[in-house]
């Protein structure tokens, strides 16, 4: 099935970008109803009405493509960077704590 959206192609396996979010993928499937052609795009698994789709040539998708991964590694890294962090902070609390003194002369609240 094909549907002609703004004088252009859409056609499974194509890529194109949901104007709404600006979520980018490529079409899975397609379908009409009485509202319309509808595709389904791989990214999200959703159904997208083809008048907000706009087609994407190879070189645009891949540069989407390209920055969905730069921000996926920065935000591992960063991850990484907090878990760090974390670690020397619960590390210093350790420290803190060795010193105290835990015998029974402290306040028991046992009852």
Same mark, same amino acid.
């Given at each position: 099935?094909?549907?002609?959206? +703004?004088?252009?192609? !859409?056609?499974?396996?194509?890529?194109? +970008?949901?104007?709404?979010?600006?979520?980018?993928?490529?079409?899975?499937?397609?379908?009409?109803?009485?509202?319309?052609?509808?595709?389904?795009?791989?990214?999200?698994?959703?159904?997208?009405?083809?008048?907000?789709?706009?087609? !994407?040539?190879?070189?645009?998708?891949?540069?989407?493509?390209?920055?969905?991964?730069?921000?996926?590694?920065?935000? !591992?890294?960063?991850?990484?960077?907090?878990?760090?962090?974390?670690?020397?902070?619960?590390?210093?609390?350790?420290?803190? !704590?060795?010193?105290?003194?835990?015998?029974?002369?402290?306040?028991?609240?046992?009852?």
């Amino acid at each position: 099935m094909e549907a002609v959206n +703004r004088n252009e192609e !859409l056609s499974i396996g194509v890529h194109v +970008r949901y104007s709404g979010t600006g979520s980018a993928g490529e079409i899975l499937a397609l379908r009409s109803d009485d509202e319309g052609i509808w595709a389904k795009v791989d990214t999200t698994q959703l159904w997208y009405n083809s008048r907000y789709l706009e087609l !994407l040539d190879e070189g645009e998708y891949r540069k989407i493509e390209d920055r969905k991964s730069k921000r996926k590694t920065k935000k !591992l890294d960063e991850e990484g960077d907090e878990r760090e962090i974390t670690k020397k902070k619960i590390d210093s609390i350790k420290e803190d !704590l060795e010193g105290v003194d835990m015998s029974t002369e402290m306040c028991d609240g046992g009852g």
